[in-house]
């Protein structure tokens, strides 16, 4: 939960909660967010094409892991990466935020406090267009990271998820609840859309009122996850 002085979250988040299963089976209330084309994030559902975001892959310069449950992986400049740190810090703003292989989506200033507790879930449409390549096959990676925004600004790492485009069936029985580990692999085409459908890592989790929810999408989180080359296996 929040670490902050704001009035109203004292006790939003940082105890224990007993349960015999997991996720929750009861009490639990689904809630579905879309993301904009303006970076926007509501529960508005598109109702027409609003257009899309692109970003920049380059699998020799990849997004830097920052924060999280990384136990002591270190990146190749020396710096450690678990544990909280601050996405905002300018020694590291420009391998993560700024990078130009991420996007950013982020809701309204919370009016209360909002708890994620279990997998949550993500679909998102995308394809890939490898520099100098018109069209065959190809591969990559997605990664959708929850952060917690601060009311000072300060974004904390909150939770994670990836998808492999290759075991995008695989992806989608996890995220329908049927586990199938038989299902093909199999490559993308250059240039068409997909659609990607996986659970993120589990989470049990509150943001404090005053506080924003932010999406970044990537296809690198390097090194908790190898760099893609892109490169059709």
């Not at 879309?34 to 920049?56: A, T, V």
């Not at 492999?164 to 996890?174: E, L, M, P, V």
């Not at 609840?177 to 659609?195: A, C, F, H, K, T």
Request: include cysteine.
């Amino acid at each position: 939960g929040p670490l902050d002085s704001l009035s109203g979250n004292e006790n939003a988040g940082n105890y224990w909660f007993d349960s015999d299963t997991f996720p929750l089976s009861q009490g639990v209330q689904y809630a579905s967010f879309y993301l904009h084309q303006n970076g926007l994030i509501d529960q508005s559902k598109p109702i027409n094409d609003e257009g899309s975001l692109s970003y920049i892959h380059d699998p020799e310069k990849p997004v830097r892991t920052v924060g999280g449950n990384n136990l002591f992986i270190d990146n190749p400049d020396g710096r450690s990466s678990h544990g909280q740190m601050d996405l905002t810090d300018s020694t590291i703003v420009d391998s993560t935020l700024f990078h130009p292989g991420v996007i950013q989506f982020e809701t309204a200033v919370l009016t209360d406090t909002f708890c994620i507790v279990g997998f949550p879930k993500a679909t998102i449409y995308a394809k890939s267009t490898p520099q100098g390549v018109i069209s065959g096959e190809t591969s990559t990676d997605f990664m959708v990271r929850i952060i917690d925004v601060y009311p000072d600004g300060r974004e904390f790492y909150v939770i994670e998820g990836s998808v492999n485009a290759r075991a995008r069936a695989y992806a989608r029985s996890i995220y329908n609840g049927n586990e199938n580990p038989n299902l093909p692999y199999s490559n993308i085409q250059v240039d068409q859309i997909y659609e990607y459908q996986f659970d993120l890592l589990p989470i049990a989790y509150t943001f404090g009122k005053e506080h924003k929810m932010k999406i970044l999408i990537s296809s690198s989180n390097y090194p908790r996850y190898m760099s893609n080359p892109n490169i059709p296996i």
